[in-house]
C-alpha cells in the first residue's frame, strides 16, 4: 500500500471497480463472492502504508 487505508475504503473502491468492468448481470452473478471478501477486508481492519496485499481469485466449486 502507498499509504493507510480503511477498509470501507478499500471496499468501496473494489465495488466501483468491478462495477465499472462488469456488465450488471456479471456483477450480481458475483454478488456472494463479493460480499465474502467485503467480510475478509472489515475483519482485516486497515491497510497500512507498506503493506502488501495479494488477491487471488479462482474459479468457484460447483453447486451441489
Do not use: R, W, Y
Not at 500500500?1 to 477498509?7: E, Y
Not at 467485503?38 to 468457484?60: Q, R, S
Amino acid at each position: 500500500m502507498l499509504h493507510n487505508v480503511d477498509s470501507d475504503t478499500f471496499s468501496a473502491s473494489l465495488v466501483e471497480g468491478l462495477k465499472k468492468n462488469l456488465s450488471g448481470a456479471q456483477f450480481t452473478g458475483f454478488k456472494a463472492q463479493i460480499d465474502a471478501l467485503n467480510a475478509n477486508f472489515k475483519a482485516a481492519g486497515e491497510a497500512k502504508k507498506g503493506d502488501v496485499i495479494h488477491l487471488e481469485f479462482g474459479p468457484m466449486p460447483a453447486h451441489a
